[in-house]
């Protein structure tokens, strides 16, 4: 209730959102489509609401529905971020977003499941939960809530450091190359 926020909400707003607005070619890990969707809540701003739609319709890997590789994770659950964001302002249901929530349960696959990613970032499974359990609280698809039990049983076996009491940053299979994708 502190109105002093929206000083900062307009700061970061008018920065970020003119980037999406030129055609919403904005690269897949830049893709924020939550903020601009409380904006258009909050102040009925019709360029907030056309950015959220030009996020969903035009960043990068928006028509694929993210990717299957786990190297496109946080691309596939800013999507489903993204997807479900235009929906909750008034668009049809996304088809890609049945398409993005699978890519994003083969992620938590890769990762715990058969363990063929060859490295995992916990912040990286962090996104796709946030993603995928926005989906879930909207949908209730069953098969959510015992993936993200499973990963993160797995995340807390392999990467949690009792040492530092915290997670590693990335844990790395024996050569694995963990340079960005994007």
């Known amino acids: 209730g502190d109105a002093s926020w929206n000083d900062c909400v307009r700061y970061v707003r008018d920065v970020y959102r003119p980037y999406v607005l030129n055609a919403g070619k904005v690269p897949g890990w830049r893709v924020f489509s939550l903020g601009l969707q409380r904006d258009y809540e909050r102040t009925k701003d019709q360029l907030s609401k056309q950015a959220v739609l030009e996020l969903a319709n035009n960043s ?3 028509a694929a529905g993210g990717g299957p590789s786990f190297r496109l994770s946080r691309e596939t659950a800013y999507l489903i971020q993204a997807y479900l964001s235009a929906e909750e302002l008034g668009q049809p249901r996304y088809p890609q977003l049945a398409v993005a929530v699978n890519y994003a349960l083969g992620h938590l696959d890769q990762w715990a499941v058969h363990d063929s990613a060859e490295f995992v970032q916990p912040f990286m499974v962090a996104l796709t939960t946030e993603a995928l359990i926005r ?10 809530l015992p993936a993200l039990q499973r990963v993160w049983d797995w995340v807390w076996d392999k990467t ?5 009491k ?3 940053y990335i844990l790395c299979k024996p050569g694995a190359d963990a340079s960005p994708s994007d």
């Not at 989906?135 to 959510?144: E, S």
């Not at 949690?160 to 530092?164: H, L």
């Open 60 to 62: 990068a890997y928006a």
């Open 135 to 144: 989906y879930q609280q909207k949908t209730g698809d069953a098969r959510i």
């Open 160 to 164: 949690w450091d009792p040492n530092s």
């Open 166 to 168: 915290a997670f590693l």
